[in-house]
């Protein structure tokens, strides 16, 4: 059977002349988009996390903090590889273009029907429009009309922030040539396999546990049985789920 351009090297795929810049090109946006997925891993940790349940307001302030500089990062990240024009910039769809011109002959029908499957369609181009707009008018600079309430535009939220990301992963992989991506370092990775009996959480999933574990509702079937019994009316069976996932995690007897 006859490979595909998809089956070979780099080096075999893409002419001689054009080999090195592709190369600069991938690890750029390869470590870019490392740092997307990192940054993205975190913040869903921190989002999902029960801090009404386990901490009190002024004892999050860091985490706010770490939430809405991760959120603007990421959307700084996205932005500065799809939705910069003109110029000098150097962005991912920019380089798919130089990539297809420098693909050898006999392989550019083969990586033209891939990057076609990886195009981006009408509602990635929406959200990435979103994206451009909320990175000038609100991050990267200050609109008095979106500041004070005068020009309502649409935000992005996470999950649209994980979409674009997710698309993005898919153009950089129709990039590659007989590679495959591990977009999250190893301690983060579903796919690592770690030793038997060993720690695998990653370490925002372990300093968040801790709070859990050291908070004062999550012991306190232990250290006030009275209290607790009073504090059982006012939780919501979602409360109470969420609590013996936690007590189950740290060994705790069960409430349910």
């Not at 600069?24 to 349940?53: C, D, Q």
């Not at 607790?228 to 007590?247: F, G, P, V």
Request: proline share 4%; with cysteine; aromatic share 10%.
């Amino acid at each position: 059977m006859t490979p595909t351009a998809y089956d070979l090297s780099p080096d075999e795929v893409i002419t001689a002349e054009f080999l090195d810049t592709y190369n600069r090109g991938m690890a750029h946006f390869f470590s870019e988009l490392v740092e997307l997925n990192v940054n993205l891993f975190i913040l869903e940790k921190v989002l999902t996390f029960p801090f009404a349940m386990f901490s009190s307001p002024h004892e999050t302030i860091f985490f706010s903090a770490v939430a809405r500089n991760f959120f603007r990062s990421s959307l700084l990240l996205v932005t500065k590889a799809a939705t910069d024009r003109g110029g000098d910039f150097f962005t991912l769809v920019h380089f798919k273009t130089l990539v297809r011109q420098g693909v050898r002959d006999e392989f550019r029908a083969q990586v033209d029907h891939r990057l076609r499957e990886a195009k981006f369609d009408r509602r990635v181009l929406a959200l990435l429009e979103k994206a451009r707009n909320m990175r000038s008018e609100s991050v990267a600079h200050a609109i008095e009309g979106v500041v004070l309430g005068q020009d309502e535009r649409a935000r992005l939220d996470f999950g649209e922030l994980c979409e674009l990301r997710d698309e993005l992963n898919l153009l950089l992989d129709a990039l590659s040539f007989n590679v495959g991506h591990m977009w999250l370092p190893v301690p983060y990775s579903s796919e690592a396999i770690h030793p038997k009996g060993s720690d695998s959480r990653p370490d925002i999933e372990r300093i968040l546990d801790e709070i859990a574990r050291t908070s004062y509702l999550l012991n306190l079937p232990e250290q006030n049985p009275g209290m607790w019994a009073l504090e059982l009316q006012h939780r919501s069976s979602e409360d109470i789920k969420t609590l013996s996932k936690y007590r189950d995690k740290f060994g705790l007897p069960s409430i349910e």
